[in-house]
């Protein structure tokens, strides 16, 4: 783990360890000594998270590590408070540690939101492992093994991998594209086009079904508006709490503030309902690890403002989910145009698009479904 800047940690320390100068007992220089050595810490490991390159940012090893590196400061945070007993009771500590711990059952919603998310990845996979078996080998398996591929394609393969990508795009599109994905289901199936309402109603039924393997949550409840709600009253410590606390207001914010990170990047991240990414946030950059923090924050923030312009992966910034739409795209172009019987070109064609979407699943089981 890189080493964190010496200056700024100089000044943090110099900040908070000034306005508590009265307090020069043996005790309370080790536990200065502890709160310096947690905001290093944490300024340490937000470094390692902003110094990927962009291409690695947002990708599935990159949201392990990112997981990886809370849990990390939630132990360390939670061994300050266990040996600042005699602390915790008092004021305005109690009230600072209340507010943190409603903080944190708010951040559980988003993490059953963000299960419900990774459930539906898994729907995705799916889908995407008939379209492997439509038109790669037959005996398509989860080893990670690479594909062989038959010798020529027909029409009833690609019948059946088609169903699959209108499938996965009814999923993957937001409300309103995915009546126009339904319409085109019914155009490249040769299905019955008349508007009866039993009709209808099988679409609706259809859909429903798709997010009711997703979302367990109220359809009213909001990722934006809950990651609005952490966020309140998430602010600087004022210098007489700071004494009174012996300096523990100090690492109560620093954990508020990676909380928040945390739950808005997995946001980003992972499909949720009501996504929304526009939260104030704003953390002082005399903090270690404010930089780094605020560095990733904007860099999110651009590759979300990047993809809303190009309606592209709307409902997940992670790497994986914009390569599965990638894929899903070229393999649905491809489909559509392809003539039989099949050309040796377009054959070739097909069989690369496939290889490429194979390393996708293989890349997202290995990252999500690896040890279940």
Not at 144 to 168: H, N, P, V, W
Not at 215 to 234: D, E, P, T, Y
Request: proline content about 3%; some cysteine.
């Amino acid at each position: 783990m890189p080493a964190a800047d010496s200056a700024p940690l100089t000044n943090i320390g110099r900040s908070f360890l000034s306005q508590v100068h009265a307090m020069e007992s043996p005790n309370y220089v080790s536990a200065s000594h502890e709160l310096e050595l947690f905001q290093r810490q944490v300024a340490d490991r937000f470094h390692d998270l902003s110094s990927v390159p962009c291409e690695e940012l947002l990708s599935l090893p990159w949201v392990r590590k990112l997981l990886d590196v809370f849990l990390c400061c939630q132990e360390e945070f939670r061994v300050i408070l266990f040996n600042n007993k005699a602390q915790l009771t008092k004021s305005p500590l109690d009230r600072l540690i209340a507010d943190f711990y409603e903080r944190s059952v708010k951040a559980l919603d988003v993490c059953n939101a963000v299960r419900d998310g990774i459930e539906q990845i898994r729907q995705w996979q799916k889908l995407l492992e008939i379209v492997l078996c439509a038109l790669g080998d037959s005996n398509v398996n989860n080893n990670g093994s690479e594909s062989c591929f038959r010798r020529s394609l027909g029409e009833g393969q690609f019948r059946r991998a088609k169903k699959a990508l209108i499938d996965l795009s009814i999923m993957i599109l937001d409300e309103k594209d995915s009546g126009q994905a339904l319409a085109y289901r019914n155009r490249s199936f040769g299905r019955n086009n008349h508007s009866s309402g039993h009709s209808k109603d099988h679409h609706h039924r259809s859909l429903g079904h798709f997010r009711s393997l997703s979302w367990s949550v109220s359809r009213s409840w909001s990722a934006a508006r809950q990651l609005q709600a952490i966020g309140n009253n998430l602010t600087v410590p004022r210098g007489h709490e700071v004494v009174a606390s012996n300096g523990l207001a100090i690492p109560v914010y620093t954990m508020g503030c990676v909380l928040l990170f945390v739950m808005w990047a997995l946001v980003a991240a992972i499909p949720c309902q009501d996504r929304g990414l526009h939260v104030h946030f704003y953390v002082p950059r005399q903090f270690p690890w404010a930089a780094p923090m605020l560095s990733l924050h904007e860099r999110i923030m651009e590759e979300w403002k990047k993809r809303e312009r190009e309606r592209k992966s709307c409902c997940g910034l992670m790497r994986e989910i914009y390569q599965v739409e990638k894929c899903r795209r070229l393999l649905s172009e491809l489909a559509e145009s392809v003539e039989f019987p099949l050309r040796e070109e377009k054959e070739v064609e097909v069989k690369q698009r496939v290889e490429e979407l194979r390393k996708v699943c293989d890349g997202m089981r290995e990252g999500f479904w690896k040890g279940k």
